[in-house]
């Protein structure tokens, strides 16, 4: 094993342990943009995207679900304006070097909190512009993975 790889492999665990702060805040950052996307926020969409954060093995390892709860709340917070909405766009694009499993995670999240009633247009929207942020194939993730309703 050479250095380099010993010291990748230590910061790794390193960043398990006191959480992937860019993968926080581009998953929270995301899920925040769809939650004001139609100008309100709904208590369903804030428990899909806790529930989303809380389901990311990764940030699970780093962040307790109080943790992310503030940090959702911090992500609202700047996703009320149009400069917050950049800045959270910026930390979502913040991992376009990870791995695409990270990035496709982060939109799934992201969808999920838009999907509570059905995905509508300026949902889509964010949507749009998240995937393209984290380059990855928005539509063709939601057509693979397809909201399981439960029966009415």
Partial sequence: ???????????RTVTAYVGDKALMLAAVSAAANVIVADGEVAGQEFDAALHGLSAD????????ALMLETELYEGIARARTRLGRAENLRHVAGIVERPANQRENVFLIAADVADQDGISNIEASALGEIAAAL??????????????????
């Fill in 1 to 11: 094993m050479s250095l380099r790889d010993l010291l990748g492999q230590v910061s």
């Fill in 57 to 64: 093995p990764v940030l699970m390892k780093g962040y307790d």
């Fill in 135 to 152: 380059q990855v194939d928005g539509v063709g993730l939601l057509r693979a993975n397809p909201v399981r309703r439960p029966p009415a």
